[in-house]
């Protein structure tokens, strides 16, 4: 019961993590950009201002993970 817990914890780190890649595919869907341009400015914006944020989640994500899994007496 004790490894299903981690395992679960391990789960919702990991849909945290990824929260700014479903925003960016919602935003994309909701604006359903046509052209060129307006695949560009969406594009661009998306990895502007989500892919650092991604990067940051996946970092700590990563870390909490590890820390999780390995280090379970610490939690």
Request: proline share 3%; with cysteine; aromatic share 20%.
């Amino acid at each position: 019961m004790e490894k299903l817990k981690w395992w679960l914890i391990s789960l919702g780190i990991f849909i945290v993590m990824n929260i700014p890649a479903g925003v960016f595919l919602l935003v994309k869907h909701c604006l359903a950009p046509e052209g060129f341009w307006q695949k560009f400015v969406v594009y661009g914006l998306g990895v502007y201002f989500l892919g650092g944020v991604q990067i940051v989640f996946w970092i700590i994500g990563v870390v909490a993970i590890y820390f999780c899994l390995t280090n379970k007496k610490r939690w």
